[in-house]
């Protein structure tokens, strides 16, 4: 059993560990169901976080509320913040290489759907430019990451041209 202690100060409860690497574990029967490292990340059902927040949780084909995550902004956020849910294949690393995103529109209460894909096996993060769909506030959808004001812009269509770049518009 390790040591932990509870202080208060300022009217403020704490519970920590002691030590600079330990870790702090909350569980039910007899099972770490949430971890807090000594950096500060939070692991639920994980043990080993990589970063702020790390939730491993069964998959379910039949339900899309069973594991459902809320993410939101830790301030009023201006337009071009995102707020992102990223995907990695390598466990423990922090290269993303796909995510789904939040972009603030220009009017903070709007919102912009985008998806990004890496397109690369290097060690490099994924960032804004590795945008390839957006789905507008107005229900506009994007793919590629163009800027043209069509309901649906298919970047380097063959299939349906419209203009001398080989672009089809619907």
């Known amino acids: 059993v390790s040591q932990s202690r509870y202080t208060v100060s ?40 990589v970063s702020a927040l790390v939730v491993a949780t069964a998959s379910d084909t039949s339900s899309l509320g069973s594991s459902g995550i809320v993410i939101e902004g ?3 956020l201006t337009a071009g913040n995102i707020m992102a849910l990223s ?3 390598i ?15 220009s009017d903070w209460g709007k919102g ?8 690369t096996s290097d ?6 430019a590795d945008e390839r769909m957006r789905i507008t506030s107005d229900g506009d959808i994007n793919i590629t990451g163009r800027t043209d004001r069509s309901i649906l812009n298919v970047g380097n ?3 349906i041209p419209n203009n ?7």
């Open 10 to 49: 300022d009217n403020t409860g704490m519970i920590s560990t002691l030590g600079s690497t330990a870790k702090l574990a909350l569980g039910t029967n007899s099972a770490a169901r949430l971890i807090v490292t000594g950096a500060g990340r939070v692991g639920i059902g994980n043990n080993t976080p």
């Open 74 to 76: 830790s301030s009023t």
């Open 87 to 89: 995907f990695t294949a």
């Open 91 to 105: 466990p423990g690393t922090t290269r993303a290489r796909a995510a789904v995103g939040s972009v603030v529109g």
């Open 112 to 119: 912009n759907l985008t998806f990004y894909t890496r397109d």
């Open 123 to 128: 060690a490099t993060s994924l960032s804004t």
């Open 157 to 159: 269509s063959s299939a």
């Open 164 to 170: 001398s770049a080989g672009r089809g518009i619907i």
